[in-house]
T-cell receptor, first 111, second 115 residues
Framework: GIQVEQSPPDLILQEGANSTLRCNFS?????LQWFHQNPWGQLINLFY???GTKQNGRLSATTVATERYSLLYISSSQTTDSGVYFC?????????????FGTGTLLAVQP | DADVTQTPRNRITKTGKRIMLECSQT?????MYWYRQDPGLGLRLIYY???????NKGEISDGYSVSRQAQAKFSLSLESAIPNQTALYFC??????????????FGPGTRLTVT
């Protein structure tokens, strides 16, 4: 099945710093989503981005489908950005549309 | 996402007990999913349903059953709970007819502990 790898696994930032999170996937996809899991466990949809570039405030994402990777950019980080960031994909041709999750990037933003 | 609700939000139960987790959605989506998350890991699919009469097993369905009572409701049951079913459970929905037809929306999660 399709494999999803995220890097880095852990990241510590000072408030105000910028960061880039990466997601590599092993096959063609019809869905790629980025999520933020907050310290209370809730999954927050950040982007639906199987290809192209999107921006939402301080966050932006780019997926290069032909090269099988996606990047999540966080600018001017805040302590509320702390948590785990997951990339999840569903592969083309799959019947379930199930999302395959990476193991996440744990982000800690320090004041 | 407030459009997808899960009850209960937290539950502690004993080994061998039957427990039901419920999911409701007001998004009008036809597809619904149940995932579980173990500590330090991503989510894995338990069951999915593409409409009321279409229910399918996911990758880790053993020990679980589901019921799709209506388009808006999808319940997950643990027939005889065991400690390794302690996890965070998420319900999700998607709309097969929309322009972003593969995008999934998640509920707030149910934290289940089996002692």
């Amino acid at each position: 099945g399709i494999q999803v790898e995220q890097s880095p696994p852990d990241l510590i930032l000072q408030e105000g710093a910028n960061s880039t999170l990466r997601c590599n996937f092993s096959d063609s996809v019809n869905n790629l989503q980025w999520f933020h899991q907050n310290p209370w466990g809730q999954l927050i949809n950040l982007f639906y981005i199987p290809s192209g570039t999107k921006q939402n405030g301080r966050l932006s994402a780019t997926t290069v489908a032909t090269e099988r990777y996606s990047l999540l950019y966080i600018s001017s980080s805040q302590t509320t950005d702390s948590g785990v960031y997951f990339c999840a994909v569903s592969g083309r041709g799959g019947a379930t549309n199930k999302l395959i999750f990476g193991t996440g990037t744990l982000l800690a933003v320090q004041p | 996402d407030a459009d997808v609700t899960q009850t209960p939000r937290n539950r502690i139960t004993k080994t061998g007990k039957r427990i039901m987790l419920e999911c409701s959605q007001t998004k009008g989506h036809d597809r619904m999913y149940w995932y579980r998350q173990d500590p330090g890991l991503g989510l894995r699919l338990i069951y999915y349903s593409f409409d009321v009469k279409d229910i399918n097993k996911g990758e880790i369905s053993d020990g679980y059953s589901v019921s799709r009572q209506a388009q808006a409701k999808f319940s997950l049951s643990l027939e005889s709970a065991i400690p390794n079913q302690t996890a965070l459970y998420f319900c999700a929905t998607s709309d097969s007819t929309g322009t972003a037809s593969y995008e999934q929306y998640f509920g707030p999660g149910t934290r289940l502990t089996v002692t």
